[in-house]
């Protein structure tokens, strides 16, 4: 008996895209940073490890992968040189020999440094740019750092310290024209457009003057992939139908792991093929109905001012413009919010600021760790508009 494998969906064609990029031989040069941002679990991971990251090995580049949310109790800067560490491991006979030799002055702070191989952190007194330097000329190659949810790293100071760590080592990599060994790139992934926009937005931020790149959700290629897996398995008499699966797939918001859930719901009452449409529509409509669910009783749970700041940031979301909660705009609407719902406060920044510090409490609202605000799951605005009717 043959073993059967899982549905593999491979996205060669965009890994050939992004890593063109990264070296500015594509129609976007990414080679100062790419900044990947898609709502969660639409396969921006799966794509990073399944296709990405053996492109760039392929391609002989050396790759080092963070993600951030692997252990949200850790600080995302350790989590970073964790995995810094981690890569210089392997070339720890060429490490010690570059230590001894002389005339390298840019490695002179390893002379005096007793580093334990054996531990996944990097010795005190080293820091990420000089960790990543010394990764550089050890390895000999060039590196591609991919961060994923990379909004993360904000959480904290030592986290946004990581950041312009990164960009230092970045700069000072890729400068010069003679380096054929291509220095650094840096490929930084979030669930939040919002959220990632912060490292970008302005001229305090660590990559600012980037920009955020729509990670391109999957498409019709792969439901029309994924309905012949899945008659493979079937009589044919008993056929799903591509545009059967891809409209189920667009109901809950081109997500893998849920179109998975609906199949799953399906197989267990599988009918005529007549049926199967209306069994994944209706299976689609029951999970999404569950997630919406959800929205709705945290939102009846707000008082009214509660209500309006998360209108407003919902409103600011929609169109990826940031939140300034203490700028006369914002008061103005969220007093005009307040009106339409029947409230006769009137709301100033002691009123805002309440109403974001019990957003944050419930989980409802992000903060950066230099104070910027975004919605914790920006599908509360989807859900927000359509609530209206929008």
Same mark, same amino acid.
């Given at each position: 008996?043959? $073993?059967?494998?899982?549905?593999?969906?491979?996205?060669?064609?965009?890994?050939?895209?992004?890593?063109?990029?990264?070296? +500015?031989? %594509?129609?976007?040069?990414?080679?100062?940073?790419?900044?990947?941002?898609?709502?969660?679990?639409?396969?921006?991971?799966?794509?990073?490890?399944?296709?990405?990251?053996?492109?760039?090995?392929?391609?002989?580049?050396?790759?080092?992968?963070?993600?951030?949310?692997?252990?949200?109790?850790?600080?995302?800067?350790?989590?970073?040189?964790?995995?810094?560490?981690?890569?210089?491991?392997?070339?720890?006979?060429?490490?010690?020999? #570059?230590?001894?030799?002389?005339?390298?002055? $840019?490695?002179?702070?390893?002379?005096?440094?007793?580093?334990?191989?054996? &531990?996944? =952190?990097?010795?005190?007194?080293?820091? #990420?740019?000089?960790?990543? !330097? #010394?990764?550089?000329?050890?390895?000999?190659?060039?590196?591609?750092?991919?961060?994923?949810?990379? =909004?993360?790293?904000?959480?904290? !100071?030592? %986290?946004?310290?990581?950041?312009?760590?990164?960009?230092?080592?970045?700069?000072?990599?890729?400068?010069?024209?003679?380096?054929?060994?291509?220095?650094?790139?840096?490929?930084?992934? +979030?669930?939040?457009?919002?959220?990632?926009?912060?490292?970008?937005?302005?001229?305090?931020?660590?990559?600012?003057?980037?920009?955020?790149?729509?990670?391109?959700?999957? %498409?019709?290629?792969?439901?029309?992939?994924?309905?012949?897996?899945?008659?493979?398995?079937?009589?044919?008499?008993? =056929?799903?139908?591509?545009?059967?699966?891809?409209?189920?797939?667009?109901?809950? %918001?081109?997500?893998?792991?849920? #179109?998975?859930?609906? @199949?799953?719901?399906?197989?267990?009452?599988?009918? !005529?093929?007549?049926?199967?449409?209306?069994?994944?529509?209706?299976?689609?409509?029951?999970?999404?109905?569950?997630?919406?669910? !959800?929205? /709705?009783?945290?939102?009846?749970?707000?008082?009214?001012? =509660?209500?309006?700041?998360? &209108?407003?940031?919902?409103?600011?979301?929609?169109?990826?413009?940031?939140?300034?909660?203490?700028?006369?705009?914002?008061?103005?609407?969220?007093? $005009?919010?307040?009106?339409?719902?029947?409230?006769?406060?009137?709301? +100033?920044?002691?009123? @805002? &600021?309440? +109403?974001?510090?019990?957003?944050? /409490?419930? /989980?409802?609202?992000?903060?950066?760790?230099?104070?910027?605000?975004?919605?914790?799951?920006?599908?509360?605005?989807?859900?927000?508009?359509?609530?209206?009717?929008?």
């Amino acid at each position: 008996m043959s $073993k059967r494998t899982g549905f593999v969906f491979k996205r060669d064609g965009l890994a050939v895209t992004v890593a063109d990029g990264l070296i +500015g031989d %594509g129609l976007q040069d990414y080679a100062s940073g790419l900044f990947l941002a898609a709502p969660r679990r639409t396969g921006k991971s799966t794509f990073l490890r399944e296709d990405l990251i053996p492109q760039c090995e392929n391609r002989g580049w050396l790759t080092v992968y963070v993600d951030l949310w692997a252990d949200r109790d850790k600080d995302p800067a350790d989590l970073i040189s964790t995995a810094i560490a981690a890569a210089l491991t392997p070339y720890e006979k060429g490490i010690r020999k #570059l230590a001894k030799s002389a005339g390298i002055e $840019k490695l002179n702070f390893l002379r005096t440094l007793s580093w334990d191989f054996t &531990q996944p =952190q990097l010795p005190a007194g080293a820091t #990420l740019t000089q960790a990543i !330097e #010394l990764l550089h000329r050890a390895a000999q190659k060039m590196i591609v750092l991919i961060i994923d949810e990379a =909004q993360h790293a904000l959480t904290s !100071e030592a %986290g946004v310290n990581a950041m312009f760590a990164l960009k230092a080592a970045r700069d000072e990599l890729n400068q010069g024209v003679d380096r054929g060994d291509g220095g650094l790139r840096l490929v930084f992934t +979030g669930s939040n457009r919002d959220k990632l926009a912060h490292l970008v937005l302005n001229k305090n931020q660590p990559f600012y003057g980037s920009s955020i790149t729509p990670f391109p959700l999957l %498409g019709k290629d792969f439901t029309k992939a994924y309905t012949a897996h899945l008659n493979s398995h079937l009589a044919q008499t008993n =056929q799903f139908s591509a545009a059967d699966i891809d409209d189920a797939f667009e109901l809950v %918001g081109r997500r893998p792991e849920m #179109l998975r859930t609906i @199949i799953g719901d399906v197989a267990l009452e599988l009918g !005529e093929a007549t049926q199967l449409g209306d069994l994944l529509r209706n299976s689609a409509a029951m999970l999404r109905a569950g997630v919406w669910a !959800e929205f /709705e009783s945290a939102y009846n749970a707000l008082t009214l001012p =509660q209500r309006a700041v998360l &209108q407003v940031m919902a409103d600011r979301a929609q169109l990826n413009e940031p939140f300034a909660p203490f700028s006369d705009a914002t008061v103005v609407a969220v007093a $005009k919010v307040l009106q339409m719902l029947g409230s006769d406060v009137v709301p +100033g920044t002691q009123t @805002i &600021q309440a +109403g974001i510090d019990a957003l944050r /409490e419930k /989980e409802l609202v992000w903060k950066s760790n230099r104070g910027a605000y975004a919605l914790e799951d920006k599908a509360f605005a989807d859900w927000l508009r359509q609530r209206q009717g929008l």
